[in-house]
C-alpha cells in the first residue's frame, strides 16, 4: 500500500489506490462539491486544490464532476497522481485536515449531470436464463446476441442516487391467463445488479470510438441498480423493447471509481465463439474484462455473488458497438453492463432468476421467503475488486428500500 500519513487499514475499501469520486454536502454547508474518498474521510478537492494551489482546481471546484469529467484523460490523471503524492507527502498534512471530512457525516448525491442512458444485457447466463424464463417455447439467446452487445436506450432523468426510495410503479400487465390486461402496482418488483460506465471526453458526430480508445473516453466505474417491473415488461416489451417496466428508476452508487483504479482488476473476457466483426475484437493485449464481485443483498441478507469478469462483451466493446453507426458520446453519458449474472443460483443478478420466474421462491433468514420485493424492501448491492500491490478497490453500494405504490 502506498504511504500516506492517514491512518488507514490495510484492507480498507477506499484505500489510497482506490480514490474514487464523489459529490458530497456537509449538515452545516448545503453546496455540494466534489470529494474524494479515502479511508472513513472524505477530502474536499476543491478546497484542497485552491488551498494547495493545484492547476486542475479550476475543474474540481464545481457543484458535480462534469467539469473534470469533460477535462479529458491527461487531467483525470493529473487529478490521481497529485491527490496520491499528497496523502503520501507529511508536508501537506497541515494543507488536507482541514479539509477532510468524517465519511459518516456527509451526504452523498448524483455526481454529475447523466446525459444518455443505455443499458447493455451482456452476461450470457443472465440472458439465456431471461431467454428460458421469458420465452420457454424458444432459443435461449437470439440468434444476434453472440454478435453484438444487445442494448436499449433508458430513461436519464430517472437515474437517481443510492438511497433514494423506489416507489412501486404503477402500469398494464397481462399473462397468457389474463382475458384483458390489468391495471395497478407491479407484483413482480425486481432488481437488477449491474455495472455502469460514465463517459467523460465525448466523441465527435460521425466518429466511432475504436474498442483501444475506451479509456480515453470512460472516466470511470459505479454500481447500478436497474430497477425492473418483470410483469409490466413482460406484457410491453414485444416489439420494441424495454420501456415503463424499467424507466422508473435507476439507482447508481455514489463513487465513481476511476479507470485507473482498476489497472489490476483488468482480466481476459471470455472467448468469444464465433469471432465478433472486427470492430468488436479486443485491442492486442488490452483487455478490459474486470474482476469485480458484486454482492447484492436483501434486507441484510446476501442473496448472491454475481461475478463481473464473466461478462461476455466488455464497456470497451460496449462503447465501440454504441458509436460504430457515428452516434456521438456527451460528457456525463452513462451505460450499464446488463445484469450481472454468473453460473448458479448463488451468482444471479434478478430475483427473476433466483426465484426462477417466480416459481421457487428464495427462503430468508426467519422463514420469509421472497419471489419478487415487498414494500419495505431495501437492496443493497456492493462489490469489490483487486486493487494494486494486493490491496483492495471498494465501490461503495448502491441501495434503495421499496415504497408502496402511489394510486
Ligand atoms: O430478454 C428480454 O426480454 C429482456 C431482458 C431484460 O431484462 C433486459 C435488461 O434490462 C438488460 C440487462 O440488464 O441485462
Ligand atoms: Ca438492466
Ligand atoms: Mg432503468
Known sequence: MPDTWLDIAPDAHFGPSCLPYGVFSTPDRPERRVGVAIGDHVLDLGAAARAIG???????SGASLDPLLASGRPVWEQVRAAVRSWLADPVREGDLRPH???????????PFT???????????QHATNVGRIFRPDQQPLTPNWKHLPIGYHGRAG???????PVVRPVGQRKTPADAAPLFGPSARLDIEAEVGFVVGAPSAHGERVPVASFADHVFGVFLVNDWSARDLQAWEYVPLGPFLGKSFATSVSPWVVPLQALDAARTAPPVRDPEPLEYLRDAEGEPWGLDI???????GHLLSRPPFSTMYWTPA?????????????????????GTVSGTGRGEFGSLLELSWGGKEPVRLPGGAERSFLEDGDTVAITATAPGADGTVIGFGEVTGTVVPARL
Open 54 to 60: 493545484a492547476p486542475f482546481a479550476g475543474a474540481v
Open 293 to 299: 464481485s458484486l454482492e447484492v443483498r436483501l434486507n
Open 317 to 337: 466493446q460496449q462503447l465501440a458497438h454504441m458509436t460504430v453507426n457515428g452516434a456521438s458520446v456527451r460528457t456525463g453519458d452513462f451505460y450499464a453492463s
Open 100 to 110: 477532510l471530512h468524517e465519511r459518516a457525516g456527509v451526504q452523498l448525491h448524483l
Open 158 to 164: 430517472t437515474v437517481v442516487p443510492s438511497g433514494t
Open 114 to 124: 447523466v446525459g444518455d442512458y443505455v443499458d447493455f444485457y451482456s452476461s450470457e
